[in-house]
């Protein structure tokens, strides 16, 4: 059985039917990065903790094109 990973549609043109496809959720990913380092900036002077980002994974099902 074949899983794909983030939707790539480049990739999955090669099937005749999509695969099931794990979405790490880039797009999102990307969004909450952007908004610590923007609050980074604008606090630059007080000392910050780490944190961590965690954005769940969503199941996409199998299907035809």
């Known amino acids: 059985e074949i899983f794909g990973c983030n939707g790539d549609e480049g990739t999955l043109d090669f099937f005749a039917s999509r695969p099931a ?9 990307a969004k909450q990065t952007v908004k610590r380092l923007i609050s980074r900036i604008d606090n630059y002077r007080k000392p910050m903790a780490t944190t961590e ?12 094109k």
Do not use: Q, Y
């Not at 496809?21 to 990913?29: A, F, G, K, P, S």
């Not at 980002?53 to 035809?64: C, F, H, R, V, W």
């Open 21 to 29: 496809t794990i979405d790490i959720r880039l797009c999102e990913v």
């Open 53 to 64: 980002i965690i954005i769940e994974p969503k199941m996409l099902s199998a299907g035809k």
